[in-house]
């Protein structure tokens, strides 16, 4: 079965330090691998997302991802946080040649402090 | 150029009633899928409309239906209610290409009582 799992219910970081929000993943085939982030009361926004090539994703505001085949990772880091950084962030899969359904971990909420 | 657009933002309803909830993909996108967030959880998905039809379908009763117009807007319907149906129900649009990004919307908060 498909499945993400994201180890830590929370995150939280000082402002100006480096983040890191973990994601690893289990499917059949290549993943097709998404970082999303909500705010409260709001629906998802797009952060990134790794189809091919390039292990290193860059994406909105600052934000990028590795995707490491081997460890079936896909961590999301930004260099410096900011207080505005704070939500809820999902990490999310596809896989398979003819699905486009969108398999989501449980979130990790991220807290940045001034 | 306008997002996802979803209607109503909220509802309250009780056991046993139906409900009809309404999105409106991203400009120039054709597909839509539906997914539910309950409270403390990730978004699972429902099903996924393109071309008017239903074109992939999640772990969900019979009770959820949906439905896809020429303008490309959807609909998903849930009848008799249960008090588990309490949930954020996100619409998100797309293009009809496999693994191409879905957009979201702001969802519908649907509390059951």
């Known amino acids: ?114 | 150029d306008a997002g996802v657009t979803q209607s109503p933002t909220h509802l309250i309803k009780t056991r046993g009633q139906q409900v009809t909830l309404r999105c409106s993909p991203k400009s120039g996108h054709d597909t839509v899928s539906w997914y539910q967030q309950a409270l403390g959880q990730g978004p699972q998905f429902i099903f996924q409309y393109y071309e008017e039809e239903e074109r992939q379908r999640g772990n969900f009763p019979d009770r959820f239906s949906g439905h896809q117009f020429p303008n490309y807007s959807s609909e998903l319907n849930v009848n008799a209610l249960l008090l588990g149906d309490s949930a954020l129900y996100l619409c998100a649009s797309s293009l009809a290409v496999l693994r191409e990004t879905q957009y979201f919307g702001p969802g519908t908060r649907l509390l059951v009582l």
């Open chain 1, 1 to 114: 079965a498909q499945s993400v799992a994201q180890p830590e219910d929370q995150v939280n970081v000082a402002e100006g330090n480096p983040l890191t929000v973990k994601c690893t993943y289990s499917v059949s085939g290549n993943p097709y691998l998404f970082w999303y982030v909500q705010y409260p009361n709001r629906g998802l926004q797009f952060l990134l997302k790794y189809i091919t090539g390039d292990n290193l994703v860059k994406g909105s505001y600052g934000f990028e991802a590795e995707f490491n085949k081997s460890q079936t990772s896909f961590h999301l880091k930004k260099p410096s946080a900011l207080v505005s950084d704070s939500a809820l962030y999902f990490c999310a899969v596809i896989s398979g040649l003819s699905t486009d359904k969108l398999i989501f971990g449980t979130g990790t909420r991220l807290q940045v402090f001034p």
